[in-house]
């Protein structure tokens, strides 16, 4: 049963600060998704990983895929207050064609 | 345009009532989903149609039931709503079943009962 681990869960950090959130993953995928959830909101898809060594950015945001290890992980540059929000990453069960989610990681980014 | 759109958003109601939630996306995608996000933010897959067919129909009490008249649409009926079903509601669509497309979520129905 593939189970996803998403640490800290909680994160407060200062404006201007790097950091990183850690996805880890159970059994084989090839397939990890992060999104994002405004408090209130729905979920917006930040980004796709379809490969080992996938790395996509957007922003202050860049997010890689290690399948080997089954990690994925999603970094911060210079926070910024606008990316206060809690993100989840979600990664392909193909034996029952579904989205297992990480429980998601609350960023607080104080001005 | 709204590409998946819930109605209503918000539900308060009393243990007991039935209620619907409705879903429509208009992307073209053949496949929609169910989920439901806990207080604490914890989102669970519900259901899931691939062209009008049930393909993922996880333990979930069986007062819930979907309903996909078409595959722009996909409904949740409960029935004998009870307490632990307050939460959030999410649906969502995507193209295929392999799950190499994003998930384009709705707006989220928010059911708080009584």
């Known amino acids: 049963e593939l189970k996803v681990e998403q640490n800290p869960l909680f994160l407060s950090m200062q404006e201007g600060k790097n950091y990183t959130i850690y996805c880890n993953y159970s059994t084989t995928s090839d397939r990890l998704y992060w999104y994002r959830q405004d408090p209130g909101k729905s979920l917006e898809s930040l980004f796709v990983l379809l490969s080992n060594g996938a790395v996509k950015q957007e922003g202050r945001l860049m997010a890689s895929l290690d399948t080997k290890a089954r990690l994925s992980t999603l970094h911060i540059t210079a926070a910024v207050h606008d990316l206060s929000a809690t993100y989840f990453c979600?990664?392909?069960?193909?034996?029952?064609?579904?989205?297992?989610w990480g429980a998601g990681t609350k960023l607080i980014i104080k001005p | 345009d709204t590409a998946v759109s819930q109605t209503p958003k918000y539900l308060v109601t009393q243990m007991g009532n039935d209620k619907s939630i409705k879903c429509e996306q208009n992307?073209?995608?053949?496949?929609m989903y169910w989920y439901k996000q806990d207080s604490k933010k914890f989102l669970k897959i519900m259901f899931s149609y691939n062209n009008k067919e049930l393909i993922i129909n996880e333990t979930v009490p069986n007062r819930f039931s979907p309903k996909s008249p078409d595959k722009a649409h996909l409904n949740l009926h409960i029935n004998s709503l009870e307490l632990g079903d307050s939460a959030v509601y999410f649906c969502a669509s995507s193209q295929g079943l392999a799950l190499r497309e994003t998930q384009y979520f709705g707006p989220g129905t928010r059911l708080l009962v009584l």
């Open positions: 979600a990664v392909a069960s193909d034996s029952n064609y579904q989205l297992i």
């Open positions: 992307l073209g995608h053949d496949t």
